[in-house]
């Protein structure tokens, strides 16, 4: 027994309270509870914060995997579990099990610990640089977003207080009608895959340059609203602390670590000790900062992720070290732990506080939309993109419903008014991306675009290839099948090489064109070896390529747009990817990557020309220069079995055999029971076998077979003879010469010929390249 005096004027009330000795933390497991019937188990504290936890998590997936469906965001069916956990729906019985004060202390710890270091991470990946380089049409765009409703927001609740002196408590929470936050709009465009399109990239950075715009006006409104209530020396001189401190991380912190990354080797990792110094440093600040900052506290631990360099070497470790468990987590313990502050499922419009938030926040968040709307048709923007892009810089999210969440728990905020915030955020954080999924389409910018494919490129004209380059061994990989196609003047190429690395640690993804473009520019000596070992394959046939060379540094999920864009913009016939099986130069496999067989099934399906798979067996043959001696050629082998991807791959097939460096073995593949039935598709095969037995040094080979098996052992007796194996992809397709075929595929996305020539236990050590033709997009 605990006795505690509480001073009331001049009286002392003492409150009797009830510690139990020794805690009840660890239980001894459920089954217990059906050996002793005085044991239970959810009298203990650590079942009840675990049961807590999966009830979120299991009611959070649930309404997920029906929502999504509607285009709503994650952060809807958090809230939705909260609200369910709430003491506005959740059953009372139940309620004062689970929600005891231990258990409601200890989750609100882990949240809000969620919730700051999200914040951390948030300016850890933010570009700071974008501010002052993002361009005009950005910066009009921020200042109209930000400025415009700020001033008819803070006008209307003056207006406002004049009549009802009690509505000046709602300028408090004003900002978050008006503010652009960089975290809600990245998050936001991660959420609807659009990060790489053109539209995510000007919201991107429109949203950083806002989110600057907003720091300024928040500020601003503070000082303003002490000043109006006779307070300006103490929030005056919180404000100069703030700024105080922004001007050490300026000059001491990011210098610091600015000489960290300087000293760690190019292309390393950074010392695992700066990693958990600055890990340390935030731990330490988590603590102190709310003492010395009090309400711009959630601000300094921002500007503090502002202060490490994005990218890596050292901002990458840091998100890859915690992003993922802070994101699946902590965050989502935070969101749905501030919606089970709710206390009532209705609104009480008789309120004149809930009616004017209500009123107030709607109005604002209208002239957000038609401020960045308006400048964007006047721009003449495509009506549905003006539409899309005003739409996420009006986004509301996390970083509001945080702002809420702890002016309710300071007392800032009556329940009444947290609760049609509540509302006004959930309503605004899931329409937004369902209407923006309506409105925004990246792949309509195929529309009307005639599709592109090799045969529609002459003989002597200049074949546009797109190549992608994932890791070193690729390189060595595409160069040897480009030299093994022998281009000549006669038949030139011209190839766009896009070195893809994985986005780590930054934001905003980044697209780099390195024509004219200095060492010292960021980004550069990711593909600098890249760079230097094409440009020496240019140099071997002067005249015969042409050579440009790109970066894109994004997410995996979102690379495709870059690769479809990329070629796009080039006019390119051909994509060509790297496989995502891998070997050793001796033919053993050496490794596999699911994220690159994600990315080319994207490819596959997106892309606006034909796509090659480049499968590299380890072949190390010397590479054929135009001084080799006469008697050094390329052996190719096209297998044919009829189509549009093998009419695709013979015509490429047929460009190659154009020179006499060339040796062309066309097999044709025909089922023995073929019942001589002639159709179109037959005939424009046999038109196309007969132009091409005529092309340079080309052979003719012929294979009856009855089934899948015969075909299979016709393939593995050729791979040994050849240093290029073309096949069409013709996927999905059911043939005689192939039955039985497709029951064994491992990869069925490349056809079962490329996957027959990819497999692991083929001896041979050739290359094979799978192609298909697009036919739509």
């Known amino acids: ?142 200042f109209l977003t930000v400025v415009v409703p700020m001033i008819y927001a803070v006008s209307s609740i003056v207006i406002s207080s004049n009549k009802h002196k009690e509505l000046t408590s709602i300028l408090s929470i004003s900002p978050m009608f008006y503010r652009t936050c960089f975290p809600v709009i990245h998050c936001l465009l991660t959420e609807l895959k659009i990060l790489n399109s053109e539209l995510g990239r000007l919201a991107h950075s429109t949203a950083i340059i806002a989110d600057f715009f907003s720091f300024i006006c928040v500020l601003g409104v503070s000082v303003a609203l002490g000043t109006s209530q006779g307070i300006p020396t103490a929030l005056s001189g919180e404000v100069r602390i703030v700024l105080f401190f922004i001007l050490i991380a300026m000059i001491v912190l990011r210098p610091a670590m600015l000489l960290m990354v300087k000293l760690t080797p190019e292309g390393q990792q950074v010392n695992q000790t700066c990693i958990y110094s600055i890990i340390g440093l935030f731990l330490i600040s988590m603590r102190l900062i709310p003492d010395v900052f009090k309400k711009f506290y959630l601000l300094v631990i921002y500007v503090l992720g502002l202060a490490v360099p994005h990218g890596p070497p050292l901002g990458s470790a840091l998100v890859e070290k915690f992003e993922c468990m802070n ?322 791959a013979l015509t490429l097939a047929k460009r190659m055999a154009a020179n006499t460096k060339v040796r062309l073995t066309i097999a044709q593949f025909i089922a023995k029971n073929d019942d001589g039935q002639v159709d179109w598709e037959t005939t424009v095969d046999s038109e196309f076998l007969n132009n091409a037995k005529s092309t340079g040094y080309t052979s003719y080979i012929k294979h009856i077979v009855n089934d899948g098996r015969e075909t299979v052992n016709m393939v593995h007796s050729m791979v040994n003879e050849f240093d290029l194996i073309i096949v069409g992809r013709r996927y999905n397709i059911e043939d005689p010469r192939t039955s039985g075929l497709k029951e064994w595929s491992e990869f069925p996305e490349i056809g079962v010929m490329g996957d027959l020539l990819a497999s692991k236990d083929l001896t041979g050590k050739c290359s094979v390249l799978v192609v298909q033709q697009q036919h739509i997009v």
């Not at 506080?353 to 209500?358: D, I, Y």
């Not at 905003?508 to 230097?532: D, M």
Request: charged content about 20%.
């Open 1 to 142: 027994m605990n006795m505690k005096n509480i001073t009331g004027g001049h009286r002392k009330y003492p409150i009797e309270s009830c510690i139990v000795l020794p805690p009840k933390i660890s239980s001894a497991g459920l089954l217990r509870e059906f050996d002793d019937k005085n044991y239970k188990w959810l009298d203990y504290a650590s079942p009840r914060l675990q049961l807590i936890i999966v009830l979120i998590f299991v009611i959070t997936q649930g309404f997920h995997s029906v929502l999504k469906h509607l285009g709503l965001p994650l952060i809807t069916s958090q809230i939705i579990a909260g609200v369910l956990l709430s003491e506005a729906i959740f059953p009372k019985q139940w309620s004062d099990i689970l929600m005891s004060q231990d258990n409601v202390q200890l989750l609100g710890t882990i949240g809000e610990f969620g919730y700051i270091f999200f914040m951390f991470l948030s300016g850890v990946k933010m570009d700071t640089s974008m501010v002052t380089s993002g361009g005009a049409k950005p910066c009009y765009l921020a």
């Open 327 to 648: 994101s699946s987590f902590f965050v989502p313990i935070f969101v749905t732990t501030c919606s089970m502050r709710l206390q009532k499922f209705t609104l009480d419009f008789r309120n004149e506080m809930v009616k004017e938030h209500t009123v107030i926040a709607t109005e604002t968040l209208l002239v957000k939309f038609l401020s960045c709307l308006g400048p964007l048709l006047y721009g003449q923007m495509q009506k549905r993109d003006a539409f899309a892009l005003a739409l996420i810089l009006s986004a509301k999210g996390i970083v509001e419903l945080a702002a809420y969440t702890f002016m309710s728990d300071g007392k800032a905020l009556t329940p009444e008014l947290f609760q049609a915030g509540l509302f006004f955020l959930t309503f605004s954080a899931s329409i937004v991306p369902a209407l923006v999924r309506k409105l925004y389409d990246p792949s309509r910018k195929y529309a009307g675009y005639q599709i592109s494919k090799i045969m529609d490129v002459k003989l002597d004209a200049e074949l546009q290839i797109v190549t992608c380059i994932h890791a070193p061994n690729n390189v060595t990989s595409v160069i040897n099948m480009l030299n093994i196609s022998y281009p000549t003047k006669g038949s030139p190429l011209a190839v766009s090489v896009l070195h893809l690395v994985k986005l780590r640690g930054v934001a905003a993804p980044i697209f780099l064109s390195h024509q004219n473009r200095s060492k010292s520019l960021t980004g550069y000596w990711y593909s600098e070896n890249v760079i230097l070992s094409f440009k020496k394959f240019e140099g071997n046939h002067l005249g015969a390529v042409t050579l440009n060379a790109f970066t894109a540094i994004s997410p995996p999920e979102f690379m495709y747009d870059d690769i479809c864009t990329l070629a796009l913009d080039k006019l390119a016939s051909l994509i060509i990817l790297p496989f995502h099986r891998t070997w050793y130069i001796d033919g053993s496999l050496d490794s596999q990557d699911n994220t690159i067989r994600n990315l080319n099934i994207r490819v596959l399906e997106k892309s606006p020309c034909s796509v090659g798979i480049l499968i590299d067996h380890g072949n190390i043959r010397r590479p054929i220069y135009p001084d080799a001696p006469a008697e050094s050629y390329s052996k190719i082998a096209m297998l044919f079995f009829g189509g549009k991807d093998d009419r695709e």
